[in-house]
């Protein structure tokens, strides 16, 4: 079993950079590859970034590349995004998630699920 708490979320400006961290609990976050999900006003779920267990290796949705850097410190249990350059249309609520792998995070394939944290970027 694992649980996850984001944090870090709040409003920014257009431009502005946010670092998102999600905590995990449990002895085995190291064995799970990690990602962020983001479900934006009136939009379903997508897929943002994952990275796997051994933070070697990442992938990123296309409209964040550049922009989003994910990483995971697997001695504190902690998975972080640094968001950059952020518009108006990142505004979200941003989930942290485990599952087995990151290419199949990436078809929202998880094993568990954060409670969200808002961003919000005003223009």
């Known amino acids: 079993q694992v649980q996850l708490v984001e944090s870090g979320g709040g409003l920014v400006q257009a431009g502005g950079s946010l670092r998102l961290s999600c905590a995990a609990s449990?002895?085995?976050?190291?064995?799970?590859?990690m990602g962020w999900f983001r479900q934006r006003p009136g939009k379903e779920r997508e897929f943002v970034a994952a990275?796997?267990?051994?933070?070697?290796?990442?992938l990123y949705a296309e409209s964040v590349k550049g922009r989003f850097t994910i990483s995971r410190d697997n001695a504190n249990n902690t998975v972080y995004m640094q968001m950059n350059s952020l518009k108006p249309e990142d505004t979200a609520v941003y989930f942290c998630?485990?599952?087995?792998?990151?290419?199949?995070?990436?078809?929202?394939?998880?094993?568990?699920w954060g409670q969200g944290t808002q961003v919000t970027v005003s223009s």
């Open positions: 998630a485990a599952g087995a792998t990151a290419p199949i995070m990436k078809n929202l394939r998880v094993d568990y």
């Open positions: 990275v796997t267990w051994s933070g070697g290796g990442t």
């Open positions: 449990g002895r085995t976050f190291n064995t799970y590859a």
